[in-house]
């Protein structure tokens, strides 16, 4: 017997790695199982944009996000946010649906000193919205948001459950749309440093362009109401470009950002890259 021995930073990306691939594997074979007793016709290209767009169409996705800072101040190193997330609707009767979100962050965080980072998983984020099955053009949607303390470092994530409110309020036109989702997380349990109080607003806003193209701005707002006021908030402004189409018979989304941060803590990165990558399941 033999054991192939990898330092602790590389398991992690190989876990993350195969974790992705399992899964991106696996998706579509349960998606093709389901579809093949449903007689809907697959959606084209511009209607599944909108479907994309809105974060409680009932649209099932399975997607890779990852956000990267080259430029953090007075350290030589990069920071990172990679996260796989799956959208999976449950319906609960001809009126309503449950829309399920499971981020499962991967996190490259450098060291206070400068002296190199720490690598490894974050508190797995879930989130529930209650909304309407048959919903008009402005569409909403409420519900618990938990995160569950999976960090693998101290520094990655709170060693406490925490939960709050969410809710999501979205409105589509013709060739654009505009949207929030916002909450708030409160550690339950304990009175040590590692308690959580954070306020979370993500802005959506699309204009769709021909040949399943569009223009996008989506990025959070972030407040950790346990920081003083000067050092509490991280503001983001950008945006970028981004298409649906098709690989074979499978439908994906592939889209870039670029942002720049106008508010933000001490030591916080000024700006970041952001793309998406999305396996579809109308």
Known sequence: MWKLMLSKPLQLRVTALLFCGVSAASLPVLAQSESSSSTQTKPSTQELVKLKQNPVSGLRQFGLDASYSPDVPDTDESL??????????????EDWRMVTYTILPFIELPDIDGEGSTFGLGDTSLNFFL????????????????????????VLGSDRVGAGPSGILFY?????????????????GGSGDDRVNEFSAQYILNYNLPKGWFLYS???????????SGDRWT??????????????????????????NVEVPEGGPDWYLNVQFALLFP
Not at 172 to 188: K, M, T
Not at 218 to 228: E, G, V
Not at 235 to 259: T, W, Y
């Open 172 to 188: 589509a036109a013709s060739n654009w749309s505009a949207g929030v989702v916002a909450q708030n997380i409160w550690s339950i």
């Open 218 to 228: 989506n990025a959070t707002i972030l407040s950790n109401w346990r920081q003083n």
């Open 80 to 93: 990172g946010d990679y996260s796989l997330q799956l959208v999976w609707p449950l319906p609960v009767n």
């Open 235 to 260: 503001v983001p402004i950008g945006g970028g470009l981004g298409r649906v189409f098709d690989i074979g018979k499978q439908s994906v989304s592939l889209s870039a950002q670029a942002f720049s």
């Open 131 to 154: 909304t309407s099955a048959k919903p008009g053009s402005v569409v909403w949607g409420l519900g618990p948001a938990v995160t569950l303390p999976t960090r693998t470092d101290s």
